[in-house]
């Protein structure tokens, strides 16, 4: 599976669209991006994923680039609720486990 | 809430000891998988059971095992606790296997700490 690279850490403001980078410049064609969250003291919680189209859910916008080296996952209204740590994830679908490689992620707090 | 459910909530065990973790998976899910979550780091795989079969294993030790049950429930068993076991251990379940696999739904965990 292809690295990713996250900032370590972000802040947001209440109400403003929190923008959370990843680059996974050695991504290969067949690779997923997925996103994933973990707010304090709860497991992880499944965002959005994609492959090479921008996709949108209730919760969030995958922005992925023309050359899919990098993604921006963008939570368009941050709430306090949203303070966690965010996991971007490249995989590969197999048929050898379906395991989930986290990497330390971004801290995002959003502030009053 | 996800509907996955892990018992105990914390556990506390002695070096060289065993213990039992236990998962009951979101109804209708038949995939779970086990994540080990040291203090700071991301979680990290152990392994995944498929319809009451392993079906992949991260880089664990055989003295971390796992067991899958007809209702799809599931244990993880660690023999010969050792201190670098002390974590969040994360229960996920998910549908079947292919692409519906990685949207795992992860339960609250069980903190052990080894002494």
């Known amino acids: 599976d292809a690295k990713t690279t996250q900032p370590t850490s972000m802040d947001c403001a209440e109400g403003r669209a929190a923008n959370l980078p990843c680059n996974h410049s050695?991504?290969?064609?067949?690779?997923?991006v997925y996103w994933y969250r973990q707010i304090h003291s709860q497991g992880p919680q499944y965002i959005i994923h994609?492959?090479?189209n921008n996709e949108t859910n209730e919760m969030a916008s995958l922005i992925i680039t023309e050359d899919r080296k990098s993604s921006t996952l963008i939570l368009p209204h941050a709430t306090l609720r949203d303070t966690a740590v965010y996991y971007c994830?490249?995989?590969?679908?197999?048929?050898?486990?379906?395991?989930?490689?986290f990497g330390k992620g971004t801290s995002l707090l959003v502030t009053p | 809430e996800t509907g996955v459910t892990q018992s105990p909530t914390h556990l506390i065990k002695t070096r060289g000891q065993q213990v039992t973790l236990r998962c009951s998976s979101q109804?209708?899910?038949?995939?779970v998988s086990w994540y080990q979550q040291a203090l700071g780091q991301g979680p990290q795989f152990i392994f995944q059971?498929?319809?009451?079969?392993?079906?992949g294993r991260g880089n664990f030790p055989p003295r971390f095992s796992g067991l899958q049950f007809p209702n799809y429930s599931s244990e993880l068993n660690v023999n010969a606790l050792e201190l670098d076991d002390s974590a969040l251990y994360l229960c996920?379940?998910?549908?079947?296997?292919?692409?519906?696999?990685?949207?795992?739904?992860f339960g609250p965990g069980t903190r052990l700490t080894v002494t």
């Open positions: 109804s209708g899910h038949n995939t």
């Open positions: 996920a379940s998910s549908l079947g296997t292919g692409v519906s696999s990685y949207e795992q739904y």
């Open positions: 994830i490249v995989l590969l679908y197999s048929n050898s486990g379906y395991a989930l490689n």
């Open positions: 059971y498929y319809r009451e079969e392993e079906n």
């Open positions: 994609g492959l090479k």
């Open positions: 050695t991504i290969s064609g067949n690779e997923y």
